[in-house]
């Protein structure tokens, strides 16, 4: 089974801060996803990697920045934290290049205060 | 713009009876549909995937959705729900992309099942 794991389930933060959110997976997955899902809103892409070292934005970017430094391994970050970043993130994985099932991970409820 | 579109933000159901959710798409083809559902506190799990062939797609835990292309539609159904298909359910769609592979998300839907 594809397993993906994301560093925190939950996070509070202060405005301002630099926040980082992890995500791992195990399957050897050439293309990882960052979204946050909003109530009603449904689940909007902020940035995907299909490669190391590559990335490309999403719908929704600002605010935002990523690293993938290694092919398992990819990172979200909150560069200045701001109240309007509270929300629920999800990390996901999948094989390969064009549409293909996406495997998620149990997702970091992140609250900034 | 490619989008997906989930017109039902709630539905409750009585334990035992029958299921339809609704999902439209607009895309300039026929875009490969996705149906994910989330349990509470959980990620997104795949009930199951249309790329092409048979219009009839069967999935895990007893669900079937039906491609109609004249619709635009992706609906999902199951016969008889359990209390245990109370979750949040998404869908998604995609086109091929040189690189990448991104999916479009719908709203979701909330379905309650009553006992």
């Known amino acids: 089974d594809v397993k993906v794991t994301q560093s925190s389930r939950y996070l509070v933060k202060r405005t301002g801060e630099k926040v980082f959110l992890e995500c791992v997976q195990d399957?050897?997955?050439?293309?990882m996803f960052w979204y946050r899902q909003d109530p009603g809103l449904g689940l909007r892409l902020i940035y995907f990697s299909y490669d190391v070292k590559m990335k490309e934005k999403g719908d929704i970017p600002e605010g935002y920045s990523v690293s993938r430094e290694k092919k398992e391994r990819f990172s979200l970050i909150l560069e200045s934290a701001s109240t309007n970043q509270t929300s629920m993130y999800l990390c996901?994985?999948?094989?390969?290049?064009?549409?293909?099932?996406?495997?998620f991970g149990p997702g970091t409820r992140l609250t900034v205060l | 713009a490619q989008s997906v579109t989930q017109p039902d933000i709630h539905i409750t159901v009585s334990e035992g009876a029958s299921l339809e959710l609704r999902c439209n798409y607009s895309y300039g083809a026929t875009p490969y549909l996705f149906w994910y559902v989330q349990s509470p506190g959980q990620g997104l799990q795949l009930l199951l995937k249309?790329?092409?062939?048979?219009?009839l797609v069967q999935g895990i835990k007893g669900f079937e959705a039906e491609f109609k292309r004249s619709q635009s539609s992706f609906n999902l159904r199951k016969p008889s729900v359990h209390w245990s298909d109370a979750a949040e359910y998404f869908c998604a769609g995609g086109m091929i992309k040189a690189a990448g592979n991104k999916l479009t998300f719908g709203g979701g839907t909330r379905v309650l099942v009553k006992p």
């Open positions: 996901a994985s999948s094989l390969r290049a064009g549409p293909d099932t996406q495997y």
């Open positions: 249309y790329f092409s062939g048979d219009t």
């Open positions: 399957m050897d997955h050439e293309n």
